[in-house]
Nanobody, 126 residues
């Protein structure tokens, strides 16, 4: 199943930016569709963004459209999430996930992902 490790989280003021990274090892990264999810205290883990194996196709939750940008570098086995115009409601633990992809599509359903990282905390102060 491989290993995924998130980094780049931290504390930022509202309106600020952060860039999350997800480094993959132990799997052929270019064969996997990947995505970002987040979980705030007392809430369920929710979809944030997804990207296809090639990086051509992307998908975003409505709440982050226009503010977040997902990307990946298959040569570096790494996925990114650029987060701009951050809001206090973006505060959560952010998780990256990977799913073996049979095609070049995106995956937004949590249950379809088989590999998960341990998460990185993002805190946005008002």
């Amino acid at each position: 199943q491989g290993q995924l490790v998130e980094s780049g989280g931290g504390l930022v003021q509202a309106g600020g930016s952060l860039r999350l990274s997800c480094a993959a090892s132990g799997l052929t990264f270019s064969f996997y569709s990947t995505g970002w999810f987040r979980q705030a205290p007392g809430q369920e883990r929710e979809f944030v963004s997804a990207i296809s194996r090639s990086g051509i196709n992307t998908d975003y939750a409505e709440s982050v459209k226009g503010r977040f940008t997902i990307s990946r570098d298959n040569a570096k086995n790494t996925m990114y999430l650029q987060m701009n115009s951050l809001k206090p409601e973006d505060t959560a633990v952010y998780y990256c996930a990977a799913r073996f992809g049979l095609n070049d599509g995106t995956v937004s359903r949590r249950m379809e992902y088989g590999s998960w990282g341990l998460g990185t905390q993002v805190t946005v102060s008002s």
